[in-house]
């Protein structure tokens, strides 16, 4: 992991990132992966190999998609879910059916990210655009090397010197 | 005819029939291996067309049949506008209830609404719009949706032939030889009849008779509250309003004397009017913008781009040679040349692209000329030419662009519809049909 800039002090990501980030493993099973997020409250965590290597990510949006009809979740699927009237029984009946399942089946693959060398305000920019937390990932290796989040910033911004 | 009497200033004087032959041959070829989008490979070939000195912009723009153009392109803006107020979920959502949520009634059912879609809007369209709502009652009923997509595959193509505007190749044919709505409605409207139940029959045999669900699921389905599906009541009645009122048009094309194009524009125009009155300008651009960029420009840049080919490839007098052979092999004879033209567009849109392939069959009929009867002679040969590549895209997945959506969608839902296994199953079905299409054009016309 490498914290030093790459344009003297100029801050980057490695400045503000959180370097011990919690994280979940794609042989996670799926409802493992849930009672986790749903403890801590996370709104989505990175997923790495044995190795560390940056995977992806599981968070709500794939616990929704989980439990929603795929007609409607899928690409160019319905427009509307108006008329649907499945009860919280019926998406918990959908969770269970795929709870034994590894989260290597729903985690999110395609996955902005930033490198420890991004700089600070292009960092914050992705983050804006992103509006969730970004993977820190060494380009040359893969590998996660920390997560930022709002809360990250927000502590270091309040923190630096007027 | 008139390829001959205008002279070509061809590039290093080269011979305008084999420039064209070869260009024509190359562009085929890329269009089937799918490695380059067609649009671009069009575009490219009808640039060399003209680069080439076959053809003049002068003379390339008169190969662009505009009708075909318009026609497609003011239906797709009535669909992305309709599509807005919820009417298609709606329909199938009803159709599902009538038949009280039983699985094989809601195939029927979804069967007959697609083919009934397919006529009126185009195939692409009509199962963009129907198979997620099958996939979203598939999945409450808890039972595959094979069956379901396959049926409707079928019907969208089957449905498509019935009318002028529900598939590309009955628009380009319509258009080229000036046959109306009518005229399509009347002379395949019978035989589009007869086929849906005798696709059904099969479907049923094989898997509909297995076709269970549980009380449980079926009253799942049973709940979905379809007025619920009406996103916006104001803009479903100018929707279907304005969809009336086009088809009227068409049916009335002769007496109005006005061309299928200008009646699907106007529609177009007609329902952007009336949808966009209550908005502010902002948000008229706004909605605009989102209504064309519904419109499928690729197909449309594809069309433009084949007509300036098969043009110059006509113009060089290649296509009224291969015609003269045809009818060679055929001895000339009518009911041959039909039966040949239905079982070769049937086979060959069952492997590849169907609109190339009429595109270039057009004027090779419209060559043949030597045929008895005149012009009123080649009706079965375009009877036969719309039955074989509209029905012939059936045979697999990759026959019509509409099977290819379903296969998507399929696929995004995490059931993988397998290129062999359908076509197992639906190219013996689909030589089933255009036999008995062939039997059709035989009593009725020859």
């Known amino acids: 992991m490498t914290t030093t800039h790459s344009k003297g002090t100029h801050p980057t990501a490695s400045t503000i990132m959180d370097k011990n980030p ?23 965590l990175p997923v790495v190999d044995d190795d560390g290597c940056f995977m992806g990510v599981f968070g709500v949006t794939c616990l929704l998609r989980l439990v ?14 108006a008329y649907i009237r499945d009860s919280l029984s019926d998406l918990h009946r959908r969770l269970k059916e795929v709870e034994d399942e590894p989260i290597s089946l729903c985690m999110r693959e395609e996955m902005v990210r930033v490198s420890p060398d991004t700089p600070l305000i292009e960092t914050l920019l992705i983050l804006y655009k992103t509006g969730a937390s970004l993977p820190v990932v060494d380009p040359e290796t893969g590998k996660l090397v920390g997560v930022i989040s709002y809360f990250d910033v927000g502590e270091n911004i309040l923190a630096a010197e007027v | 005819m008139d390829h001959g009497s205008e002279v070509m200033h061809m590039v290093f004087g080269l011979d305008p029939q084999w420039y064209a032959g070869i260009l024509f041959a190359l562009t085929y070829l890329m269009i089937m291996s799918e490695r380059i ?13 003209v680069l080439g000195g076959v053809l003049t912009q002068e003379t ?34 009803w159709s599902a209830k009538k038949v009280k949520a039983s699985p094989w009634g809601i195939l029927v059912m979804l069967s007959l609404v697609t083919a009934v879609l397919s006529a009126l809007l185009d195939n692409v369209t009509t199962v963009l719009l129907i198979a997620p709502v099958t996939l979203l009652i598939t999945d409450s009923l808890k039972v595959k949706p094979f069956p379901y997509l396959f049926a409707e595959i079928f019907a969208a193509n089957i449905g498509g032939t019935a009318t002028l505007i529900g598939d590309p190749p009955n628009i380009m044919i319509g258009s080229a030889v000036g046959l109306s709505f009518n ?23 094989i898997w509909g008779r297995h076709l269970h669900a549980s009380s449980a699921a079926r009253q799942r389905v049973m709940d979905y509250n379809e007025a619920d599906a009406i996103t916006d009541k104001r803009l479903l009645w100018q929707s279907v309003l304005v969809l009336a009122l086009v088809i009227t048009g068409f049916i009335l094309a002769h007496d109005i004397r006005q061309q299928p194009a200008t009646i699907a524009m106007f529609g177009a125009a007609l329902l952007l009017l009336v949808s966009s009155l209550p908005r502010s300008p902002g948000e008229q651009s706004k909605n605009l913008e989102h209504i064309f960029s519904r419109v499928e420009w690729i197909t449309i840049f594809f069309f433009m781009g084949l007509f300036v080919i098969v043009y110059g490839v006509e113009k060089t007098g290649l296509l009224e040679m291969l015609a003269n052979r045809v009818l060679e092999m055929t001895g000339g004879d009518t009911a041959l040349t039909t039966v040949s033209i239905i079982w070769t567009s049937a086979i060959a849109s069952a492997l590849i692209d169907n609109i190339p392939f009429v595109a270039a069959m057009i004027p090779m009929i419209q060559n043949m000329t030597g045929l008895p009867g005149g012009a009123d002679g080649l009706m079965p040969l375009w009877w036969a030419l719309a039955l074989g590549s509209c029905l012939g895209g059936n045979g697999s997945l990759i026959g019509a662009s509409a099977n290819l959506i379903v296969a998507g969608f399929a696929e995004r839902a995490g059931h993988t519809l397998q290129f062999l296994r359908f076509m197992l199953i639906a190219f013996p079905l689909m030589l089933g049909s255009i036999a008995i299409s062939t039997v059709y054009i035989y009593l009725r016309y020859l």
């Not at chain 1, 929603?68 to 319905?78: N, Q, S, T």
């Open chain 1, 22 to 44: 919690s994280v979940l493993h794609p042989t996670d099973k799926i409802s493992q992966a849930v009672e986790c997020i749903m403890k801590h409250r996370y709104r989505r």
């Open chain 1, 68 to 81: 929603l009809p795929k007609a409607v979740i899928m690409d160019k699927g319905l427009e509307s879910a």
């Open chain 2, 37 to 49: 989008n067609r649009a671009i490979v069009s575009m490219t070939a009808a640039g060399l067309m």
């Open chain 2, 60 to 93: 390339a723009l008169e190969g662009i049949d505009f009708n075909t153009i318009g026609l497609l392109t003011g239906m797709m803006i009535i669909v992305a506008i309709t599509r807005q107020s919820g009417i298609f979920q709606y329909l199938a959502i």
């Open chain 2, 183 to 205: 005229d399509f409605l009347f002379n395949l409207g019978p035989i589009v009849a007869l086929l849906l139940p005798a696709m059904l029959l099969p479907v049923y045999l």
